[in-house]
């Protein structure tokens, strides 16, 4: 059973930096791309950064040279660095693996003064 789980979530000033965490299990992850999404009220869910099995990595526009992603197969874990945070990076991060689809519950990203 796939299970996803994230953390690292929470209130942050603007220009401020976030570690997020995925916790993956239920199969076989170093053999996965993995990404990152984020959705906030109000707005459709959409891609942040997508890392393949190998290690290359891609990003949507809004977060090149703030966001970094990676991962670590031998903890069963994907990362996503966030730095430079900015108010309209608000949002509910999850991760996800396309394998059947599956997604983690999320974890809520707040930039604020």
């Known amino acids: 059973q796939v299970q996803l789980v994230e953390s690292g979530g929470g209130l942050v000033q603007p220009g401020g930096s976030l570690g997020l965490s995925c916790a993956a299990s239920g199969f076989t992850f170093s053999s996965y791309a993995m990404a990152w999404y984020r959705q906030a009220p109000g707005k459709e869910r959409e891609f942040v950064a997508h890392i393949t099995s190998g290690g290359s990595t891609n990003y949507a526009d809004s977060v090149k040279g703030r966001f970094t992603i990676s991962r670590d197969n031998a903890k069963r874990t994907v990362y996503m660095q966030m730095n430079s945070l900015k108010p309209e990076d608000t949002a509910v991060y999850y991760c996800?693996?396309?394998?059947?689809?599956?997604w983690g519950q999320g974890t809520q990203v707040t930039v604020s003064s």
């Open positions: 996800h693996v396309l394998r059947g689809g599956s």
